[in-house]
């Protein structure tokens, strides 16, 4: 039997939700639950811009909010309904929309998802001003920029600055280097509730709504997307025990996407993903054979996914080397033949034999334990993905058939390139392991070991 139904109800500004006894029900209110940083907007009002775009970020908003207010079940799904007003309501309440929205939020996190629109009384804060400003002609693709290696490298060989509209996917503010977009931060945020959930899978929604929009407003139809092929497809292929497969950067998701993007705004875009048979590691190769590019411009960029209190050392920021993807982040890097400064990373030494040496360097009990579990999950993660390159065919059959038909790719086109990429992650693995010498504490790892939480 499925998990009872979660009800959000989004509130605009002064309104009120009659009483109910129901504990499955929650609100959001516009302007407190969920706040719109007006100068980031401003920054996204240019011409063209319509209050069905702002309707589609309030969307974005609610939509993590339920995603993370609600802690999944042991069975994973959940069945979370909204009820939320909007400026469009016609656009909204079109069938095709609704449906091409819950076909790709189930899609992406495994969720069963209901929505009921009603007509907002208030007036979209973007789309009356439309700024002077508008977007370069010379454009002609849009890429989500987080300014990790991914995107660093996959925007140089995309194209030239004048050529790219880099849009910064972050939930902080960014600082506008040159070349960047006037749009360079996600323009609201979810606060006052506690978060019970952290997958957090509809932040990929969020990220290609976002661009989707300003694609929209720029006129582009090619959309990039930088994620190399271990991110891109290795958490479907090998996903957790018991855990809904993360499709956030894989084709199929985005074979979705553009079909509600096409329902809602018109617009017709395609999401290309042109490092999806390359490993992070050959993206970063392919990086430094462009000419005038060099190690530095890849040293700065941050791959991290720990909490300040862990990467905060000494004044600086740092990041903890020993998390999926710092690991993915150190074996590319060591692929592409970049080395990287010993104090790059809060736990530098991977070639230590003991794992409480390794971790010695945070002072925090409950912090050695978490990145001792990190990283064992995170390394045995990308050793399994290296040992998927010995499997026969019939075991890769089902992932090459979805992922054809995803790219419009033959069968036997994709399961050549899946292997081809499986073989080459292996080798890059086994040499990222060599490196570290016969007695890291890694290869205890590999072979078995338990991760042996620190005491």
């Avoid at 080395?339 to 030494?349: C, G, L, N, Q, R």
Wanted: hydrophobic share 40%; charged share 25%; aromatic share 8%.
């Amino acid at each position: 039997m499925g998990s009872a139904t979660k009800h959000l109800h989004v509130l605009e500004k002064g309104q009120r939700l009659g009483r109910t006894k129901s504990p499955g029900v929650v609100t959001a209110a516009i302007e407190r639950q969920i706040t719109f940083d007006a100068a980031i907007l401003d920054t996204l009002d240019v011409k063209g811009c319509q209050p069905l775009h702002y309707d589609l970020l309030v969307i974005c908003a609610a939509i993590e909010f339920a995603d993370r207010r609600w802690r999944r079940p042991r069975g994973w799904s959940r069945n979370l309904h909204l009820t939320m007003p909007v400026i469009d309501l016609t656009a909204w309440q079109k069938p095709a929309v609704q449906e091409e929205l819950v076909s790709v939020l189930r899609h992406l996190t495994g969720d069963d998802w209901q929505f009921t629109f009603v007509q907002a009384e208030n007036h979209s804060p973007i789309g009356d001003r439309q700024g002077i400003l508008n977007f370069p002609t010379t454009k002609t693709f849009a890429i989500a920029y987080s300014d990790g290696l991914d995107s660093r490298a996959v925007s140089a060989l995309s194209g030239t600055k004048d050529e790219g509209l880099c849009i910064r996917v972050a939930n902080f503010r960014n600082r506008r280097k040159k070349g960047d977009s006037y749009f360079t931060q996600i323009p609201f945020k979810v606060k006052g509730f506690r978060s019970n959930e952290s997958s957090f899978r509809s932040r990929g929604f969020q990220f290609a709504a976002v661009t989707a929009i300003v694609a929209h407003l720029a006129n582009l139809t090619k959309v990039i997307v930088p994620e190399s092929g271990q991110g891109a497809l290795g958490p479907v292929l090998l996903p957790l025990h018991n855990i809904y497969p993360d499709y956030r950067n894989h084709p199929t998701f985005f074979r979705r996407m553009e079909r509600f993007v096409q329902s809602v705004l018109n617009h017709k875009v395609r999401y290309e993903q042109p490092r999806l048979w390359s490993t992070k590691g050959q993206t970063l190769r392919a990086f430094l054979e462009i000419p005038g590019k060099a190690e530095d411009d890849l040293k700065s960029a941050r791959s991290c996914w720990q909490n300040r209190r862990i990467v905060n050392t000494d004044g600086g920021k740092k990041q903890c080397g020993l998390c999926a993807a710092c690991l993915l982040r150190r074996l590319s890097m060591h692929a592409a033949g970049i080395t990287e400064k010993p104090d790059a990373y809060v736990i530098s030494d991977l070639s230590s034999p003991d794992l409480h040496e390794a971790l010695s360097c945070l002072p925090r009990k409950a912090d050695r334990d978490i990145m001792a579990e990190y990283g064992s999950v995170g390394a045995r993660h990308l050793q399994q993905l290296a040992e998927m390159a010995d499997l026969p065919d019939s075991d890769l059959r089902a992932h090459a058939w979805e992922i054809a038909a995803a790219t419009g790719a033959s069968y036997a086109e994709t399961l050549g390139r899946l292997r081809a990429l499986l073989m080459t992650h292996a080798q890059e693995w086994q040499a990222f392991l060599s490196a570290q010498g016969k007695q890291s504490f890694l290869r205890s790892w590999m072979e078995g070991g338990r991760y042996g939480r620190p005491e």
